[in-house]
């Protein structure tokens, strides 16, 4: 818009608009760019590869086992348990290089997750015999089953032949309150 009387625009507000921009230019390009929401797939990627890695880990040590059953038809631990577990973990953990090598997982703390899911199964995988023996009959065979499940605790650690109890059963019964007597008249 003009002046009341001119039929040209006023420039005077355009110029002090373009100056004021230029001024600023280098004050807004120094600013750091601001996200105020975190990125939901960055931090939701760390979590579940961790997870990842740890099963990874526990499916290469039931690999191992299997292999292991197949190869020298032992038992969980073999006639040296020392050698078993030697054996269960160097197989373990060049099965799951391989995977990690595939899918590409890097990063010490993936690696770290993956040993320490071969270390929780080798120590534990009896457990989850004798949790679920049915499905280790049809992995393994009814014998294995078996001497796994007479030869171990459940609810505890193997480690070089002994298994070490973590829980103990409480076999204490409560005693109930006894009822009270009553005393009737008549």
């Known amino acids: 818009m003009g002046s009341a009387g001119s039929g040209s625009p006023d420039e005077s507000f355009q110029e002090r608009l373009a ?28 979590p579940v590869t961790l997870i990842g890695a740890v099963i990874l880990g526990m499916i290469a040590v039931v690999f191992a086992r299997y292999a292991r059953f197949h190869l020298m038809g032992g038992t969980l631990a073999g006639d040296n348990p020392d050698v078993a577990m030697a054996i269960d973990l160097a197989v373990a953990f060049g099965v799951a290089a391989g995977v990690f090598a595939i899918l590409r997982f890097e990063g010490f703390a993936n690696k770290g997750a993956h040993l320490f899911g071969i270390l929780v199964m080798i120590a534990m995988m009896h457990n989850m015999v004798h949790a679920a023996p049915g ?33 103990p059963e409480i076999e204490e019964e409560i005693e109930k309150p006894a009822k009270p007597k009553v005393r009737r008249l008549g």
């Open 135 to 167: 499905v280790f009959n049809l992995l393994f065979s009814s014998d294995w089953t078996e001497n796994v499940v007479s030869a171990s605790e459940p609810n505890s650690l193997y480690f070089r032949g002994d298994f070490i109890e973590l829980a």
């Open 19 to 46: 100056r004021m921009e230029k001024r600023r230019a280098p004050i807004e390009a120094a600013k750091q760019p601001v996200d105020v929401l975190p990125d939901w797939k960055a931090s939701l990627v760390k």
